[in-house]
C-alpha cells in the first residue's frame, strides 16, 4: 500500500480526492492533506508520503517552490502537478524537477486514476529493482565473508601460494607481500551472543585504526593484518581495548610480520599463549570435554554449531600435534561419534566406513579437510532423516517414559501399563522399530548417561551407577564394558 499526500488550496478539491481514494483506490491511501507550500513541508516530515498530489497557484510558497525545497530531503517522493491553466514555462520547471506528470484543472476522476495506475507501475519496478539491489549486495557480502573466513582459516596450517594470495589481494584491495596474525580467546563459558558481542566491540576498535580483517575461529577470534606495522604500537592498542574487558580474562596472542609464503609462522606465535594455557591445566580433561561438548551438539543434531565445534577441535589437534598423532585422534573421535550415535540413537547410521581404513592414508591436511567435511554433513543428514522418522504412538510414549525415568527400576510391563498396551505389544514394538529388545535399550541409554556424567561431572564409577539406576557398582561394570567397549575407568 503507497501513501498519498494532497495539496491544494481549495476545499473541494481536497474532498475530491478524498471520495475518489475512499471508494476506487485500492493501492494508495490518502495519508495527509495540505493547503499551502509550507504547510506541505511540515505534513511530509510527519507522514513521508510516496506520492504528493502538488497544486502549483497557492498562497506564500507556490508548489514548484515547495517542491524544489521538498525533493532533496525526500529524493523518493513522486511529484503530479495540477494547476488550473496550462502554462509552457511550468512545465519547463516540472520536467526540470522531475515531476512525474502534469495536470490540468479540472481533473477527471478516471484521469487520477489512470496516473495512479501509471504511478503504481513505476513504484512496483522501483521497488524490484531496489530488492534485486539489496539481494545482490546481500549475495556479494556472504561472498566476500565466505572468501575472507575460508582463506584466513586456511593460515592455520597452509601458507598460500602466490596466486592465492594475488587472488586474495585484488578482491580485499591489500597491497602489501607481508602481514602477521594475532589471536583473542580465553573467553570461558559465556553464551554466544555475549561472546559476538564482545569479539564484535574489540574488531571495532581495532580496525578504527588499523586495517583489520577477521574470522571466528568457535571460541577464539582471528585477526589478519596485511601489512607491516609496528608490533609494539599494535600490542599496547589491544591492551587498552582488553583493559575494558578484564572481567572476561581474555587472553591475547601476537605474531610477527611475515612475507604471506610464511604466515603459518605468525600463527604459530599467536597460537604459544594457548598452548601454553592447555599444558598447564588438565589437557586430558580438557580434551574430554572438548569431544563431549561435539558429542552433544551432533545427538541434538545442531548442525551449525556441531560443525563448527568439529572444525575448531581438528583444526587445533593438527596444529599442535604431528600429522600422524592428529590423525590417530581423529580416528578415535569419528569412532567414538559413531558409537554414540548408534548407542544412543539405537540406530544403524549406515554410516559404511571404518575410520582408520579411511583417515589413516590420507596424506595432507588438505585430504583431511575434504573427507572430514564431507563425513561430519553425512552424519548430520542421517540425524536429521532419523529425527523425521514417526513412530508407533505407545513406541514414543515409552522412550519418553524412560527418558525421565531412566534412574529408576524399569520393567517391560510396567512400562507397558504406562502406555496402555500389553507387554507383548510393547516388545514387538522395539524389536520392528528400533531392532533391539527393552532392556537393551534401557541399559543403552543408562550407560549414555552414565558416560556422559563420568566425562562431564567427575563422578565416581559408585555414584554415576547409582545415578543411572544400576545398584550393583559391579553389574554396571560388566554392562558398561559390553556396550562401550571399555571400562568406565578407561574414561
Not at 594457548?274 to 569431544?291: L, M, P, S, V
Request: glycine share 4%.
Amino acid at each position: 500500500m503507497y501513501r498519498v499526500m494532497i495539496v491544494d488550496d481549495e476545499e473541494p478539491v481536497l474532498d475530491s480526492f478524498s471520495f475518489i481514494f475512499k471508494k476506487y483506490v485500492s493501492d494508495f491511501t490518502l495519508c495527509g492533506k495540505a493547503r499551502s507550500g509550507i504547510e506541505a513541508m511540515e505534513v511530509v516530515r510527519e507522514q513521508n508520503p510516496d506520492l504528493v498530489f502538488m497544486d502549483i497557484q497557492m498562497p506564500g510558497i507556490d508548489g514548484i517552490e515547495a517542491i524544489k525545497k521538498i525533493q532533496p530531503l525526500y529524493p523518493h517522493i513522486i511529484f503530479i502537478l495540477s494547476t488550473a491553466y496550462e502554462r509552457f514555462d511550468i512545465a519547463q520547471k516540472a520536467i526540470h524537477l522531475g515531476v512525474f506528470s502534469y495536470l490540468v484543472k479540472p481533473v477527471s476522476r478516471n484521469k487520477i486514476l489512470e496516473e495512479l495506475d501509471k504511478v503504481k507501475l513505476f513504484l512496483d519496478n522501483r521497488k524490484q529493482h531496489k530488492d534485486l539491489l539489496i539481494e545482490e549486495e546481500q549475495f556479494l557480502e556472504k561472498t566476500r565473508k565466505d572468501l575472507q573466513d575460508s582463506f584466513l582459516s586456511s593460515l592455520i596450517w597452509k601458507n598460500p601460494d602466490q596466486e592465492k594470495w594475488d587472488e586474495f589481494c585484488r578482491y580485499f584491495s591489500i597491497n602489501s607481500e607481508r602481514a602477521a596474525i594475532s589471536l583473542v580467546g580465553g573467553i570461558g563459558n559465556v553464551a554466544e551472543d555475549m561472546r559476538d558481542e564482545i569479539y564484535g566491540e574489540i574488531i571495532k576498535k581495532i580496525q578504527y585504526k588499523y586495517n583489520c580483517l577477521t574470522a571466528d575461529l568457535g571460541d577464539k577470534l582471528l585477526l589478519f593484518f596485511p601489512e607491516e606495522m609496528e608490533l609494539k604500537r599494535l600490542e599496547k592498542q589491544f591492551r587498552e581495548i582488553l583493559s575494558g574487558l578484564e572481567r572476561f580474562s581474555l587472553i591475547l596472542g601476537m605474531g610477527g610480520v611475515y612475507h604471506f609464503s610464511q604466515l603459518t609462522k605468525s600463527f604459530s606465535e599467536a597460537f604459544q599463549p594457548f598452548a601454553d594455557e592447555n599444558d598447564a591445566g588438565n589437557k586430558r580433561n580438557n580434551e574430554q570435554r572438548k569431544i563431549l561438548s561435539l558429542y552433544k551438539s551432533i545427538l541434538t543434531s545442531e548442525r551449525n554449531k556441531g560443525e563448527d565445534l568439529f572444525k575448531e577441535f581438528w583444526i587445533e589437534k593438527f596444529k599442535k600435534d604431528s600429522f600422524l598423532v592428529a590423525k590417530g585422534k581423529m580416528v578415535a573421535l569419528f569412532t567414538l561419534l559413531l558409537q554414540d550415535i548408534e548407542d544412543h540413537l539405537l540406530i544403524k547410521s549406515h554410516f559404511n566406513i571404518d575410520p582408520a581404513e579411511e583417515i589413516m592414508p590420507l596424506d595432507s591436511v588438505e585430504e583431511w579437510e575434504h573427507w572430514a567435511t564431507h563425513s561430519i554433513k553425512e552424519l548430520f543428514n542421517i540425524l536429521e532423516t532419523q529425527k523425521g522418522y514417526t513412530y508407533p504412538k505407545p513406541l514414543k510414549k515409552a522412550l519418553a517414559f524412560i527418558g525421565e525415568n531412566y534412574n529408576k527400576q524399569l520393567q517391560l510391563s510396567s512400562v507397558a501399563e504406562e502406555c496402555m498396551v500389553t507387554g507383548s505389544y510393547l516388545s514387538r514394538l522395539f524389536s520392528e522399530h528400533l531392532n533391539t529388545k527393552f532392556i537393551d535399550y534401557v541399559n543403552r541409554y543408562r550407560i549414555n548417561q552414565a558416560v556422559i556424567l563420568l566425562r562431564d561431572k567427575n563422578l565416581t564409577i559408585k555414584e554415576a551407577s547409582y545415578l543411572v539406576g544400576y545398584q550393583d557398582p559391579n553389574y554396571f561394570s560388566r554392562i558398561f564394558r559390553k556396550i562401550m567397549g571399555i571400562s568406565p575407568s578407561d574414561l
